[in-house]
């Protein structure tokens, strides 16, 4: 379990294909900390496993459906990551409850600076929308998030003119984030790892099983 409070940018050094996985080898430092084998660590938002770790470098295995359902299968060599370690009972809980299960790949679509600020813009999976609430949580990137505006469930929004049209959702990234995590250089059209509130989903559940 984590927070979205992303402890550290590090950097992936290595990716080496397997067969149905792959291995990814990531420069940090204090996202290692206190770190054993076998311990969790979320790499822009997916959980993961510690499966060595020598000074400023781990390794860990990625298993196909990870690489498939989330964007870290078109990380390579040299790109930035969002690092969480998994938290403790004595964390504070400065953001949401966060699993690191990625619900699906959303898309930036537009970046519009403010005074200190920048509203980001991202269109996300129509199944997913109606998981996502003004004033929610959501983690983008393994960043905790509060969403600032949402478009019309079946409709994507102000001026969109089909029902087909995308939904998207609006988050609104303080100096802090822009700085200290990788949101503060992502571009328009870059995939971005989402995961809802993992509340609404069993909310959900549990009411479809009384009807």
Sequence with gaps: MFTGIVEEVGVLLAREEQQDSARLRIRARTALEGVALGDSIAVNGVCLTVTSADGEEW???????TLRR????????GDPVNLERAVTPQTRLGG????GHVDGVGTVLTRTPGDQWEV???A?????ARYVVEKGSITLDGVSLTVSAVSDIGTGGEGAGTADAEPWFEVSLIPTTLRETTLGAVPPGSPVNLEVDVIAKYVE????ARR
């Design 120 to 122: 980001v813009r991202i």
């Design 96 to 99: 949401h409850l966060v699993q």
């Design 59 to 65: 390794t860990t295995d990625v298993m196909a459906e």
């Design 70 to 77: 989330s964007s870290i299968g078109a990380l390579g060599p």
């Design 124 to 128: 996300l999976p129509p199944e997913l």
């Design 205 to 208: 559940r549990l009411l479809e």
